[in-house]
């Protein structure tokens, strides 16, 4: 189960030419739709039970982040590579200060929010961030069982 530990940092594989499975554009108003699409896409790639709950909602929470603190819109693509399945969620926000932790300390429980990246990051497999001026792009990539 991906749940069990944290992604590593390991570069997630890009999408070769022609290989999304999904590539939409989004706002503040598609996230539950977003949300639909990828639970399908997944699970037609042959993710299941609780790998496709913690995929889904890892995704679901970048998606979030990108409407909230990354300018309101964003991109998201989802491929299948020799790894495992992966998503890109990219936002053309201001993009994370220096000092941003990037999912890797668990936040403090005291404070509403800030879960987003550290649950993305824990029910991953892998996990990539880029982030500078012109925005945030983050990759995540969640093995796939070979039942």
């Not at 990108?66 to 309101?72: D, L, P, Q």
């Not at 926000?93 to 993305?120: E, F, I, Q, Y």
């Amino acid at each position: 189960m991906a749940s069990t530990g944290s992604a590593s940092t390991q570069p997630v594989p890009a999408p070769l030419p022609g290989e999304s499975l999904l590539d939409q554009q989004f706002a503040d108003t598609d996230v539950t739709s977003v949300r639909h699409l990828i639970v399908n896409a997944a699970r037609e790639a042959g993710l299941v039970g609780q790998p496709l709950d913690d995929f889904v909602l890892a995704v679901n929470e970048l998606v979030t982040n990108a409407v909230r603190h990354g300018g309101g819109a964003g991109r998201l693509r989802l491929w299948r590579a020799a790894e495992g399945l992966c998503c890109e969620v990219a936002d053309t926000g201001a993009g994370l200060s220096r000092d941003h932790p990037v999912g890797r300390s668990r936040p403090r429980t005291d404070v509403a929010g800030g879960w987003g990246m550290w649950l993305a990051r824990r029910l991953s497999t892998a996990m990539s961030v880029t982030t500078g001026a012109a925005g945030t792009t983050v990759r995540i990539m969640i093995q796939l069982s070979e039942a």
